[in-house]
């Protein structure tokens, strides 16, 4: 049997170790190199990257897309996509979501591994639909967890229903690093009895309490043919697995391995400088790199965790931290268990702190939970607590059918607003998916393509 690798350094990785503050400049001497090591695919955009790279590095998220494909020629490149929420974190039109994944595809990505946060499946059809139009291959996720609903039947069943849809691959994404080397055995196993011996199955998980490798090891065991991992030096932590440690651990099982070993030391070679200068800048804060097994107890990913450190530190009330990780799996349970993954884990932690420092549970409700409570984000894994969903919505009605539906065209819209500072569709996208950041990088851009061609007409 062979086993494949999916490298993250270049997404998740740097997402989850360093805010996805990496520039293209940082990376882009080693493309060449990664291509030839025998990757699966390279894990290289979508996710924060395109958030990150408007509002952080004074990027264009789709050029530096199109720079990683003029390079890597012989390896898949892939992305991450929140189903209906593309990149973002509310639901976008129909005509906004088909535009996004053709010119993801357009502009160099080869597989898109689509998911939904709450595994609603009418949040991702018309994505792997417009995926396979254009060529693509569509990877869809299940999105990880456990609770009294998430059981191993309902994940088989949902994987099931995946491969009917039309998906190339399976993925298990394991945001929070919690599946133990049993519970992916025993879940690998399950889904590969459910979808039949030809369907790849990708287990995705983080090292954030530890289990990585041993699950990984158990996975492949089960019959799993793809994992993803990191290059070493930007491993560990709330990253993934170590790459070279991985490749060294499942050939000495016996199986086949297609990557390059010596050329994964070039490549670590070359990002250690970056993980030293980011250490040394703080960028890279050595807390994410250890081991948290508090989230075995409370179900948070490390990012989630982050994020409540922050919102505490941020009110002057980080001695309650421990109150508000108690509070977390209640929120969760009173909302019906959706996985903590992207938009569900920033919005069920606000909750959680908003419900601990108010001394009244829901008294503070955001807009995002009253959505979700709604129903604007889908169907809730199980049902919500009766009680909360009265405080919260009073006599409103939630929805019943899928929010996209109701949701009125919106390139229109998105062209008549951002106007002729658009040059392209992609940067009308932009526009659409983080309006604020890219109206003000596509007016630097403006000014700077004034500015030179003023200095042209005057050199001349």
């Avoid at 720079?67 to 490149?77: G, Q």
């Avoid at 502009?107 to 709450?118: K, P």
């Avoid at 807009?367 to 919260?392: A, C, D, F, L, R």
């Amino acid at each position: 049997m062979k086993v494949h690798f999916t490298e993250t350094v270049l997404r998740d990785a740097q997402q989850s170790l360093l805010a996805t503050r990496m520039p293209f400049e940082k990376f882009e001497g080693i493309l060449s190199t990664m291509d030839k090591a025998g990757f699966y695919s390279l894990e290289c955009w979508g996710g924060a990257t395109f958030d990150s790279c408007l509002r952080y590095l004074n990027e264009d998220p789709w050029e530096r897309l199109r720079k990683i494909r003029a390079v890597v020629k012989n390896t898949k490149l892939q992305m991450l996509l929140r189903g209906q929420n593309l990149l973002g974190y509310k639901h976008y039109p129909d005509d906004v979501v088909a535009l996004f994944v053709e010119k993801s595809i357009e502009n160099g990505i080869d597989i898109i591994r689509i998911f939904d946060a709450l595994n609603d499946l009418r949040n991702i059809e018309l994505c792997i639909d417009t995926t396979h139009k254009f060529k693509g291959e569509a990877q869809v996720a299940l999105s990880y967890t456990t609770s009294p609903v998430h059981t191993l039947e309902a994940n088989a069943k949902l994987a099931k229903q995946l491969k009917d849809m039309g998906a190339d691959s399976i993925c298990i994404k394991d945001m929070a690093g919690i599946i133990g080397p049993q519970e992916a055995y025993d879940l690998v196993k399950a889904i590969r009895e459910s979808v039949g011996p030809d369907m790849l199955i990708d287990l995705h998980t983080h090292s954030t309490t530890g289990l990585g490798p041993m699950s990984y090891i158990k996975a492949v065991e089960a019959g799993a043919n793809i994992i993803d991992t990191s290059i070493s030096c930007l491993s560990g932590g709330t990253s993934q697995p170590a790459t070279e440690s991985m490749v060294y651990a499942i050939q000495q099982l016996g199986y086949e391995v297609d990557v390059n070993y010596p050329v994964l030391k070039e490549i670590n070679d070359f990002f250690k400088p970056f993980r030293d200068e980011s250490l040394a800048s703080g960028l890279l804060d050595p807390f994410v790199m250890g081991t948290e097994t508090d989230a075995l107890n409370y179900k948070i990913p490390g990012g989630m965790l982050s994020n409540l450190l922050a919102q505490l530190k941020a009110q002057n009330a980080i001695g309650r931290l421990n109150e508000v990780l108690e509070e977390t799996p209640r929120v969760r349970e009173d909302l019906g268990y959706p996985p903590l993954v992207t938009p569900m884990s920033q919005m069920v932690g606000v909750q959680a702190v908003a419900n601990v420092l108010a001394g009244e549970r829901y008294k503070n409700v955001s807009k995002e939970i009253k959505s979700y409570v709604h129903g604007e984000y889908g169907t809730p894994p199980s049902t919500i607590n009766p009680e909360i969903q009265k405080k919260i919505l009073g006599d409103v009605e939630p929805i019943k059918g899928r929010f996209a539906d109701t949701l009125a065209p919106g390139l229109p819209e998105g062209r008549a607003a951002i106007g002729d500072l658009a040059k392209s569709d992609e940067d009308v996208l932009s526009y659409i998916a983080f309006p604020a950041q890219a109206e003000k990088f596509l007016k630097e851009r403006a000014e700077r393509n004034e500015n030179r061609a003023k200095y042209t007409i005057v050199k001349a």
